[in-house]
Each structure stands twice: as C-alpha cells, then as structure tokens.
C-alpha cells in the first residue's frame, strides 16, 4: 500500500512564526496535495501539485505557499503564520489505476497557532 | 463557494437500518465523484466510487446512486453496523487527468446498537 509520511505530527507556533510542513510519499504517484480538515468545513484543498517544479492552487491558498522538490516531497509553508492557520492538516498523493483513482493520505499534522 | 454539498450534518440510526446520506454539486463538468470515510483519529480512506456513465455503484452493503440530470447522489448503507460509525465525505473530481479532488464538509454517521 502506497506510503504517505508527514511530519511533523504536531506543531506549536506564535502568530507571525515561520513555519513547514513536510510531505514524502514512496510510491512515485504524480499528483499530491494539501489539504486542511476543520469542523464544519470537511476537507478543504489548498495547493495541488502533478510533479516536481508544479505547483497548482487549490480552494483555500491564501496565507500559504508550497514547493514540490522531488517526485516524492511536497512542502506546505506559512510565512506568517495567524490563529485561523489552526488545523489539522493533510497531504495525501494519488494513485491511478486504469480508471479508478484513489487519495492515500498521510496521518496529518495538528498545527496549533497562538 | 461549496461546489459540493453534503446533507445531514449529521445521522443516527439504529443497527440494521439504512442510512442514507446525500451529496448535491454545482459543476457538470465533475466526472469522477469518490466516497471516502474517517474513522475518529484516522485519516480517511476510499470507500467506493462512481463515474456518470453509470447512475449505481454497489459494493457490499455501500451502494452509490446518482442522478446526473439533478446533480445529485446518495450513499446508502444497508444493514449499519456499529463499525460503519465515521465521517462520510463525498469528493469530486473535473477531467480525468485534471488532478482536483474537491471535498463535501462530510456527514457524521453514528450507528445505534
């Protein structure tokens, strides 16, 4: 089964801090992406990428940027980070199989923004 | 603007009942339209999927139905066992090569014992 990795799992920060979170998925999936989960929202996409140097703009990318360095790593960053970046937040890459298709998500990353 | 809508909120029935939980989206360009599930503290997963060539799709005691002149479909659950309890997202998709996976806010499904 196709391996998602983010890390951190957990992160603390103050309004205006700098901060990255990291995504690696292992089986060379093309598309991957980030997501953030809040209550009363679902899932709400944010930046999407289709390879290394690709980046795409999702629903929500405001306050966000991302970099896609390799196949297999996808960087979420927030410059200046506020209270409402509070999320659970997931990367996931997709897998594609004639034509079904299927999001393997990583465990997510808890950032909490003080 | 949310493309795609899910209703209830959120459901309880009892085991052994149906449930049903309904999706609706704006887009007819959407060609690809997932369900996935979220277990408390877990991320979600595939649970079953259809494309509009189809107006059903069974898996199990998972059955999808969907109207594409309303821009509508449901998941029906047959037979809800306490296990089924999670938050039910339904997604959609543009284009098959596109790469944009849009998510309802989901549907928490609490099964009853």
């Known amino acids: 089964e196709a391996a998602v990795t983010q890390s951190p799992r957990n992160k603390v920060t103050v309004t205006g801090g700098n901060v990255t979170l990291s995504c690696r998925q292992t089986n060379s999936h093309n598309y991957m992406y980030w997501y953030r989960q809040d209550t009363g929202h679902g899932l709400r996409l944010i930046h999407y990428s289709y390879g290394a140097g690709n980046l795409q703009i999702g629903d929500v990318p405001d306050g966000y940027k991302a970099t896609r360095t390799t196949q297999e790593d996808f960087f979420l960053l927030l410059e200046l980070a506020s209270p409402s970046q509070t999320s659970l937040y997931f990367c996931?890459?997709?897998?594609?199989?004639?034509?079904?298709?299927?999001?393997?998500f990583g465990h997510g990353t808890k950032l909490s923004v003080l | 603007q949310q493309q795609v809508r899910q209703s209830p909120q959120s459901l309880t029935v009892w085991e052994g009942e149906t449930a049903i939980l309904n999706c609706s989206y704006e887009?007819?360009?959407?060609?690809?339209f997932p369900w996935y599930w979220q277990f408390p503290r877990e991320s979600p997963a595939l649970l079953i999927a259809i494309r509009p060539v189809s107006n059903k799709k069974e898996d199990g005691r998972f059955t999808i139905f969907f109207n594409k002149r309303e821009k509508k479909l449901s998941l029906h659950i047959t037979d809800s066992q306490p296990g089924d309890s999670a938050t039910y997202f339904c997604a959609a998709s543009e284009g098959y090569n596109q790469g944009k996976l849009i998510f309802g806010q989901g549907t928490k499904l609490s099964i009853k014992p």
């Open positions: 996931a890459s997709r897998e594609r199989r004639g034509s079904n298709e299927r999001l393997f």
């Open positions: 887009d007819s360009t959407f060609d690809y």
